[in-house]
């Protein structure tokens, strides 16, 4: 059996994204003031008394999306009323019940699932009293928290536990590859994220700005499982509209850090924008493994692809090793090769070298060509370790760390790449002073690829569209 899914659901502004992200112990979803934040299904895996559970957070029944997807926020909740083994019906303590609240409780009537009431935002026991006219609504049970004041917690989760499935499930495999999309706005993030587990998972809208919360998608393919993180488009810091969006822009490069493999999301018929370098420069600062997707590309044939590839190269210099991948996310094409060659990377980044076959190349790097003299001083590196891997991490031990200059040192990081087995995922070289005294004037400097600030003499591949 599969793990059993508790979806969460309401009129708007009744707190169901922050009773989520409550019951999960970690900020997920964005919580914000504003009506009809939450658009996509955003789900978790918790432990209700040793039971691992899905919990679901959706959309505001009634809401009038600004931007015109109610149809589409109301066809993710019905989806995930669908899925669920329990709803819990959301109403807000303070307000009271108001007629919206009974439209919901019409709708929950008909669907013939258990319903748990939770009557939130009881942040004191004076309001309490007044939970009872709740009762109108239908279920006979309920539960009075606040998720903002941290009540009744353990009331709740005793009360999903009773109304769930006796049987026991097995917490789901750990993903055995977690994949962050980033990219700009309407690059077809979320098109790709459908196409890769097959479902209609998240909104897919021509409005820019669909997505905003980072939204983990969990699937399987050829028997494993993975996890796919979308994320919200990007703007320039600048033209960041307002409050939400600025929450998504800092979920995203959280979703960075989280992943094994970065896909860098670019529009077959759009120029590289200073976001997309932003996005780039911060792969390259957390030394993730990525690969570059150019999706739409549809749209460009019979152009050849060595255009793009050129033009993308001549703009992350830095980034020279990261693949390139051609796909059209809307039809589906090249999909699952995007999906195995980052299971390739990923590997890639798992490997361990031995040291003497480290050390091997190292001495090959030197004797083609030694460092230069710095300060009347000859750098000299002693010996090489990898000390982890995801992304490999190899320490030089050196005479004095003040010696090796950035060009001698991305030079070296070169050489490992094409030498070893890391070919094409992210490096991360550092030096150590073997001597004490050294370490403490020229400790841990770290070998990372500046990025390029030169302007970009790429071909313009735009001018006959």
């Known amino acids: 059996m599969a793990v059993p899914v508790v979806a969460i659901v309401g009129r708007p502004n009744v707190g169901k994204s922050s009773l989520f992200n409550w019951l999960a112990g970690r900020r997920i979803a964005i919580v914000d003031p504003t009506a009809g934040v939450t658009r ?23 809401i009038v999306d600004s ?38 409780a019409e709708r929950l009537r008909q669907v013939g699932k258990p319903v748990l009431l939770v009557v939130n935002k009881c942040d004191t026991e004076q309001i ?13 049970r309920l539960v009075c928290v ?33 994949l962050a999309i980033v990219g700009r706005r309407n690059t077809g993030k979320s098109t790709f994220i459908n196409a890769l587990s097959e479902s209609e998972r998240m909104i897919v809208s021509e409005v820019a700005g669909t997505t905003r919360d980072s939204v983990d998608v969990r699937f399987n393919r050829d028997g494993k499982t993975y996890l796919a993180i979308d994320t919200a488009g990007v703007r320039r810091k600048k033209s960041l509209a307002d409050d939400l969006e600025f929450y998504s822009l800092a979920r995203a490069e959280r979703s960075i850090r989280r992943a094994d493999v970065v896909l860098l999301f670019f529009d077959a018929m759009q120029p590289v924008s200073k976001v997309d370098k932003q996005l780039a420069e911060y792969v390259l600062e957390q030394n993730k493994t990525a690969i570059f997707v150019v999706n739409k590309w549809d749209l460009m044939l019979p152009r050849p692809t060595g255009v793009m590839t050129t033009y993308l190269r ?3 210099p830095s980034l020279d090793y990261v693949p390139l991948a051609f796909i059209t996310a809307k039809t589906g094409k090249n999909v699952q090769q995007v999906l195995d060659l980052a299971n390739s990377l990923h590997k890639q980044a798992s490997a361990r070298v031995t ?17 230069p003299l710095r300060m009347n001083r000859r750098a000299k590196a002693y010996y090489a370790t990898q000390v982890s891997t995801n992304p490999p991490h190899i320490v030089l031990f050196v005479n004095s760390t003040l010696l090796f200059d950035n060009t001698y040192l991305r030079y070296l990081t070169r050489t490992f790449r ?40 790429a071909p313009e591949i735009w001018d006959d569209i």
């Open 40 to 62: 996509d299904r955003i789900t978790a895996i918790i432990s209700v008394n040793e039971k691992p559970i899905e919990i679901m957070d959706t959309g505001g029944i009634g």
């Open 67 to 104: 931007q015109d997807l109610s149809e589409h926020v109301e066809r993710q909740i019905q989806l995930a009323i669908d899925r669920a083994d329990l709803i819990l019906f959301v109403v807000d303590g303070r307000a009271g019940l108001v007629p919206l609240d009974e439209n919901v």
């Open 128 to 140: 309490e009293p007044n939970a009872p006219e709740f009762y109108k609504l239908g279920p006979d």
């Open 146 to 178: 606040s998720a903002q004041q941290n009540r009744g917690k353990a009331e709740l989760f005793k009360a999903i536990h009773k109304a769930l499935p006796e049987a026991i499930e097995a917490r789901p495999a750990d993903p055995v590859l977690k």
């Open 314 to 316: 001549e703009v992350f």
């Open 355 to 371: 040291t003497g076959d480290l050390n091997r190349v190292l001495r090959e790097a030197i004797d083609e060509n030694p460092p």
């Open 418 to 457: 094409d030498r070893l087995p890391f070919h094409e995922c992210a490096l991360r070289v550092e030096l150590r002073a073997r001597k004490r005294e050294e370490l403490e004037t020229g400790e841990g400097v770290e070998v990372k690829p500046r990025s390029g600030k030169k302007k970009s003499s």
